[in-house]
T-cell receptor, first 114, second 116 residues
């Protein structure tokens, strides 16, 4: 059982380039999230999805777009990368039953924008 | 405002010492869940515990224990007889249930360094 898988794990971009991070989960979870982690700032929510075909903005959505065309996949796009987007990105998923469930995280994707 | 505060940025202890990581939260919701996650140097996020707002019982799991106090809006985490393998960043998180979509809000984390 793979859980939550993120690709790529590492990427270096030049300012202005675009890229897409892919998150895939095999737990049939409805909810998926993209967080970014920066030193001293914890994890901040970028965008999230409550189901296939839905997306919504989190705390820090500017400069990012997302899509959830299939239930198992949640894509995070950077149309024109900026140095401020250098970060570690985590995807997570949940079934939404917080009595028994939790947020399952991918291993993270380290992005550097030069 | 709904937020989670981990005032301790970094804590250093010597192996076998006990250490408490503080977590204070703010919410107007009556129903919420609190979590602790561990992030070891390898970088993954590991779930440690979940507690709902209606259950104030403290919990112990081996060397780990958690103290939830609604009166002070705190959910503190204690490691007894710390070990080098406990070195990690620990995050407290909160999910609010009354106000629309449920999303986990994280504190800024506490880095724990346990030296031999």
């Amino acid at each position: 059982n793979a859980g939550v898988t993120q690709t790529p794990k590492f990427r270096v971009l030049k300012t202005g380039q675009s890229m897409t991070l892919l998150c895939a989960q095999d737990m049939n979870h409805e909810y998926m999230y993209w967080y970014r982690q920066d030193p001293g700032m914890g994890l901040r929510l970028i965008h999230y999805s409550v189901g296939e075909g839905t997306t919504a903005k989190g705390e820090v959505p500017d400069g990012y777009n997302v899509s959830r065309l299939k239930k198992q996949n949640f894509l995070l796009g950077l149309e024109s990368a900026a140095p401020s987007q250098t970060s570690v990105y985590f995807c997570a998923s949940s079934d939404g039953d917080w009595n028994t469930g939790e947020l399952f995280f991918g291993e993270g994707s380290r992005l550097t924008v030069l | 405002a709904q937020k989670v505060t981990q005032a301790q940025t970094e804590i250093s202890v010597v192996e076998k010492e006990d250490v408490t990581l503080d977590c204070v939260y703010e919410t107007r919701d009556t129903t919420y869940y609190l979590f602790w996650y561990k992030q070891p140097p390898s970088g993954e996020l590991v779930f440690l515990i979940r507690r709902n707002s209606f259950d104030e019982q403290n919990e112990i799991s081996g060397r780990y224990s958690w103290n939830f106090q609604k009166s002070t809006s705190s959910f503190n985490f204690t490691i007894t007889a710390s070990q080098v393998v406990d070195s990690a960043v620990y995050f407290c998180a909160l999910i609010f249930m009354n106000t629309g979509f449920q999303k986990l809000v994280f504190g800024t984390g506490t880095r724990l360094l346990v030296s031999p």
